[in-house]
């Protein structure tokens, strides 16, 4: 890419030691069919000690014609790493997709053509778990890690959109002032969810582009009913935390006691569907935990998953 020349998409990645998987995504978009000159790609490492800087060289190396750039962003959180990514993007559209994530060949060429097509303010795509050697059956008939699909054209709201496969207009996402995503969620999580809220507000639309995959590495270490229970109840907290924001304190607490019905409910659910197996347990107990999540959603306490 000339220094004349202005990319039509900036690829955003955000990564926190994870060099290996990185490694692999940024092979991943070098292998584009869409045309290398046309995009750039931009790499904010969270970690101050810079170990996703081999993965970038080793890139660099292997691959020449694809344009990274490469920052550090010291403040901590999944917030500011990615308001660091918008902020060095200069691409008229914004892809995101996280480092532990693999693109199919026309991922960009898919995503594209569809926001053309379309003519909306952004497109989501499919994010396939791929499951690591030794993962265990009933993790993967739990479907704790699998997402919903649309057909190809279908019109999406804002609360299932996320940054791990997403394409929207740059001008839309840095409208939002004094930063696209809230640091309010930099160790929660949950900003992405929140700017696709926003833009909703705007007025922006969304379409799902089925063919658009890209791959989600599910580790061993996530493979566990601790990570499941701990992720539910965080996305619960921080979900109805903001519905809360809008709503009386009566119509919260009234919330809150369903939740707590939920969670007891299927916490003891739980317990009688464990001789059928244990995902059909994680399943209720995942229920469960994000019935509670709305009860601790009266405070304002908030769960670190990025910390």
Same mark, same amino acid.
């Given at each position: 890419?000339?220094?004349?020349?202005?990319?039509?998409?900036? *690829?955003?990645?955000?990564?926190?030691?994870?060099?290996?998987?990185?490694?692999?995504?940024?092979?991943?978009?070098?292998?584009?069919?869409?045309?290398?000159?046309?995009?750039?790609?931009?790499?904010?490492?969270?970690?101050?000690?810079?170990?996703?800087?081999?993965?970038?060289?080793? @890139?660099?190396?292997?691959?020449?014609?694809?344009?990274?750039?490469?920052?550090?962003?010291? @403040?901590?959180?999944?917030?500011?790493?990615?308001?660091?990514?918008?902020?060095?993007?200069?691409?008229?559209?914004?892809?995101?997709?996280?480092?532990?994530?693999?693109?199919?060949?026309?991922?960009?060429?898919?995503?594209?053509?569809?926001?053309?097509? =379309?003519?909306?303010?952004?497109?989501?795509?499919?994010?396939?778990?791929?499951?690591?050697?030794? @993962?265990?059956?009933?993790?993967?008939?739990?479907?704790?890690?699998?997402?919903?699909?649309?057909?190809?054209?279908?019109?999406?709201?804002?609360?299932?959109?996320?940054?791990?496969?997403?394409?929207?207009?740059?001008?839309?996402?840095?409208?939002?002032?004094?930063?696209?995503?809230?640091?309010?969620?930099?160790?929660?999580?949950?900003?992405? *969810?929140?700017?696709?809220?926003?833009?909703?507000?705007?007025?922006?639309?969304? *379409?799902?582009?089925?063919?658009?995959?890209?791959?989600?590495?599910?580790?061993?270490?996530?493979?566990?009913?601790?990570?499941?229970?701990?992720?539910?109840?965080?996305?619960?907290?921080?979900?109805?935390?903001?519905?809360?924001?809008?709503?009386?304190?009566?119509?919260?607490?009234?919330?809150?006691?369903?939740?707590?019905?939920?969670?007891?409910?299927?916490?003891?659910?739980?317990?009688? *569907?464990?001789?059928?197996?244990?995902?059909?347990?994680?399943?209720?107990?995942?229920?469960?935990?994000?019935? =509670?999540?709305?009860?601790?959603?009266? @405070?304002?306490?908030?769960?670190?998953?990025?910390?």
């Amino acid at each position: 890419m000339t220094e004349k020349s202005k990319p039509e998409i900036s *690829v955003c990645v955000c990564t926190y030691k994870r060099p290996a998987m990185l490694l692999k995504l940024l092979e991943s978009l070098a292998k584009q069919t869409f045309p290398l000159e046309k995009f750039e790609v931009i790499v904010v490492d969270n970690d101050k000690s810079a170990s996703a800087s081999h993965a970038i060289l080793q @890139t660099a190396q292997r691959y020449p014609a694809l344009s990274v750039s490469y920052e550090i962003e010291s @403040t901590q959180g999944i917030a500011y790493a990615r308001n660091r990514t918008v902020e060095l993007a200069i691409g008229s559209l914004l892809a995101f997709i996280d480092d532990d994530e693999l693109a199919i060949c026309s991922w960009l060429s898919d995503m594209v053509e569809s926001i053309r097509k =379309f003519e909306v303010h952004a497109v989501l795509g499919p994010v396939i778990p791929q499951y690591s050697e030794g @993962t265990r059956a009933w993790v993967i008939k739990s479907g704790f890690f699998e997402r919903p699909r649309f057909a190809t054209g279908t019109y999406i709201r804002s609360g299932i959109c996320r940054t791990g496969n997403a394409l929207v207009k740059a001008c839309l996402v840095k409208s939002r002032q004094p930063s696209p995503f809230d640091a309010r969620f930099a160790e929660s999580g949950g900003e992405d *969810v929140d700017l696709f809220r926003w833009l909703e507000n705007q007025g922006s639309k969304f *379409v799902w582009c089925d063919k658009a995959e890209v791959c989600e590495v599910v580790p061993i270490a996530r493979q566990n009913l601790g990570y499941m229970l701990e992720r539910g109840l965080r996305v619960s907290v921080t979900y109805w935390q903001e519905v809360n924001c809008k709503r009386s304190k009566v119509s919260a607490f009234l919330e809150a006691m369903f939740g707590f019905g939920i969670g007891v409910i299927f916490a003891v659910w739980g317990l009688c *569907v464990f001789p059928a197996g244990l995902h059909r347990t994680a399943r209720s107990w995942v229920i469960s935990a994000k019935g =509670f999540g709305r009860v601790i959603a009266l @405070t304002d306490y908030r769960l670190a998953g990025y910390r």
